[in-house]
C-alpha cells in the first residue's frame, strides 16, 4: 500500500506539471496564462506571483495526500 500511495503522489505532481504546462502553451486564463502573459508585458513582479503561487499549490497538493494516508495506513501499522 506505501508504493501505491507513493504512486499516485509522483503521478499528481507528474500531472500537475503538465496541467501548468498546457496553461502555458494554449491557454486564455489560468497561472501559466497568467505567467506568460506577465512576461510579454515585462511585469516581472506577476511572474514570481505565479511561479510562487504553483510552488505552493504543488506543496500543498503533496502533503495532503500524504497526510491523509499516513492517518489512514497508521491503525494498519504502516508508516510513510
Not at 497561472?31 to 511572474?47: A, F, M, P, Y
Given at each position: 500500500m506505501p508504493h501505491i500511495v507513493t504512486g499516485a503522489r509522483l503521478a499528481m505532481g507528474n500531472s500537475f506539471l503538465t496541467i501548468v504546462s498546457a496553461e502555458i502553451v494554449?491557454?486564455?486564463?489560468?497561472?501559466?496564462?497568467?505567467?506568460?502573459?506577465?512576461?510579454?508585458?515585462?511585469?516581472?513582479?506577476?511572474?514570481?506571483v505565479g511561479i510562487i503561487t504553483l510552488g505552493i499549490l504543488g506543496f500543498v497538493s503533496d502533503r495532503v495526500p500524504r497526510i491523509v494516508a499516513s492517518r489512514v495506513l497508521r491503525r494498519y501499522g504502516v508508516k510513510l
Open positions: 494554449a491557454s486564455q486564463v489560468g497561472l501559466g496564462s497568467l505567467i506568460r502573459t506577465s512576461r510579454n508585458h515585462g511585469r516581472i513582479d506577476w511572474v514570481f
